[in-house]
């Protein structure tokens, strides 16, 4: 959760009603020879490197810190193990199975000291953002009401015409005196 909630508060407004917008719309389903073709490298650091130019925040976050927290996790669990029957440390044998866009950062941060605190923490938004917020749900639920309340009366002799909302209200709903 950490990590989407950075990515998502590393985005500019216009970067994420774009990325909304390419998700929300994207035309092609996704089929088996797709997922093929991922596989392969050159396609792999191709759409990486796309990535990187459309959202370069994204792809820090996304794969770059979690590169630098899967290296942190492995090298833990790879330390050495003190067995007390042998009165030694032996190394841990340890399988880290990761996705393959992650291999090539991994190796690249394994020699290095890392720190993890930085990229566990969420910033807080700003003032700006979250004022910004606000009015935008505001504004929504506002014309959600004036246009309930424009075709109220409308909608609300349509609705009690339907015959299961009449069965429903005979049975609900007191009538009369």
């Known amino acids: 959760p950490v990590t989407f909630k950075r990515a998502i508060a590393a985005l500019s407004l216009w970067q994420k009603m774009k990325l909304a917008w390419g998700l929300c719309f994207l035309s092609d389903p996704i089929i088996k020879e797709d997922v ?3 596989k392969q490298k050159d396609l792999l650091e191709q759409t990486m490197s796309e990535m990187i130019g459309e959202f370069p925040d994204l792809h820090r976050t996304i794969v770059a810190e979690r590169d630098i927290y ?13 067995l007390p029957a042998l009165q030694e440390k032996v190394p ?3 399988v880290g199975v990761v996705g393959m866009g992650h291999v090539p950062g ?4 394994w020699d290095t000291p890392l720190n993890i605190q930085e990229i566990m923490s969420v910033s807080p938004p700003s003032l700006s953002g979250t004022v910004l917020k606000t009015v935008l749900k505001g504004s929504v639920l506002g014309i959600l009401g004036y246009a309930c309340y424009r075709a109220g009366s409308g909608v ?9 909302v009449q069965t429903f209200m005979r049975r609900f709903v007191p009538s009369g005196p």
């Open 156 to 164: 609300g002799q349509v609705l009690l015409s339907v015959p299961v």
């Open 92 to 94: 841990a044998v340890v």
């Open 106 to 109: 991994i190796e690249r941060n």
């Open 70 to 82: 899967l290296t942190y996790m492995l090298k833990q669990a790879a330390q050495r193990v003190e």
């Open 36 to 38: 093929e073709k991922c």
